[in-house]
């Protein structure tokens, strides 16, 4: 299996800019996460989906962060409009039980985001 | 509210060394506990898992962890640690029910001296 895949591998932008971030998840599962690893704030998790299907988004920062999953193999984050603060590498993971918490989730590479 | 603490931001060991990451959690129900490894550059990679039996929990790249209740703690071992090692460490805990979340302790960087 290829894994969990993301891109791009790297975004640079300028404030202001709208950023979309993909994922496509482990064929067969059937939960996603996506995270924000800073820093400052280490590692957050910033909304997960069991079947395609937002169930907790109470991580998202604010409203110019929005997520999507509109099939089972491909989910969007997208940042609008950007600002220098949401620099980050953000990781898409995912498992294959419906967000049972004994399974393994599986991360991607990351995207690293840097807003001018 | 559930928390994990990594007490130890960095560390260095020799190579050939043994090792101990700490890990300390708070959470109300039975725990479900994990430790990942982050190369540099890379996304993170299961090193083991518990959530119930046997409290000495065996991993890849012969890592091991033991779960102690009564110290909420989760530290993880290696009896001799490889140059390959060097990378961050992330604690992480879970729970009951079926959520998925996992709450992510901030991390302890390994550097491994030759």
Redesign the interface.
């Known amino acids: 299996d290829a894994g969990v895949i993301q891109s791009p591998r790297h975004e640079v932008t300028e404030m202001g800019q709208e950023v979309t971030l993909r994922c496509k998840p482990i064929s067969g599962h059937n939960s996603l996460f996506w995270y924000r690893q800073t820093m400052m704030r280490g590692l957050e998790l910033l909304i997960y989906f069991n079947n395609n299907v937002p169930i907790d988004d109470s991580g998202m920062p604010e409203d110019r962060f929005s997520a999507k999953m509109p099939n089972a193999s491909f989910s969007t984050l997208k940042i609008q409009p950007s600002e220098p603060r949401d620099s980050a590498v953000y990781f898409c993971a995912s498992n294959k039980g419906l967000a049972s918490s004994t399974d393994t989730q599986y991360f991607g590479p990351g995207t690293r985001l840097t807003v001018l | 509210a559930q928390s994990v603490t990594q007490p130890d931001i960095h560390i260095t060991v020799s190579e050939g060394a043994s090792l101990e990451l700490r890990c300390n959690y708070s959470y109300g129900a039975t725990p ?1 506990l994990f430790w ?1 490894v982050q190369s540099p ?6 090193l083991l ?1 518990y ?1 119930s039996g046997d409290t000495l929990v065996q991993g890849i790249k012969g890592f091991e962890a033991e779960f102690k209740r009564s110290q909420s703690s989760f530290n993880l071992r290696k009896p001799s640690v490889h140059w390959s090692d060097a990378a961050e460490y ?1 604690c992480a805990v ?14 302890t960087t390994l550097q491994v001296k030759p």
């Open positions: 479900y990942y550059g890379q996304g993170l990679q299961l898992k959530f992330f879970g729970g009951s029910g079926n959520t998925g979340k996992l709450i992510f302790g901030q991390g």
